[in-house]
């Protein structure tokens, strides 16, 4: 079984910044690309960011130049930073494995981004 532990949400002014965490436990994130999602009110869950084994990132232009994604494989954790951010981004941000689409099924609690002034 896979548990992703999201933490590090919080409530910001629009053009703050954050850091979200995701602690992975029951597989190893060195051998998997990993993925950062969000669901805003009323929204479907959409890929934010992703970060292949050997590094490579990808982002919807949403979020391209604010966002960035990086791995602690020690720590067997992803991070999200996030920066500029608007109130368009406030949402539930999730992890999970893959580099386009969720790989497991289960998700974790997710962590609350508010964007308001």
């Known amino acids: 079984q896979v548990l992703f532990v999201e933490s590090g949400g919080g409530l910001v002014q629009p053009g703050g910044s954050l850091r979200l965490s995701c602690a992975v436990i029951g597989t190893i994130i060195s051998v998997s690309h990993m993925g950062w999602y969000r669901q805003g009110p009323g929204k479907q869950r959409e890929l934010v960011a992703s970060i292949s084994v050997s590094g490579n990132t990808n982002y919807p232009d949403s979020v391209k130049g604010r966002f960035t994604v990086s791995r602690d494989n020690a720590k067997n954790t992803v991070y999200l930073h996030l920066n500029g951010l608007k109130p368009e981004d406030t949402a539930v941000y999730y992890c999970?494995?893959?580099?386009?689409?969720?790989?497991?099924?289960?998700w974790g609690q997710g962590t609350q981004v508010t964007v308001s002034s």
């Open positions: 999970n494995a893959g580099f386009v689409r969720p790989i497991f099924s289960s």
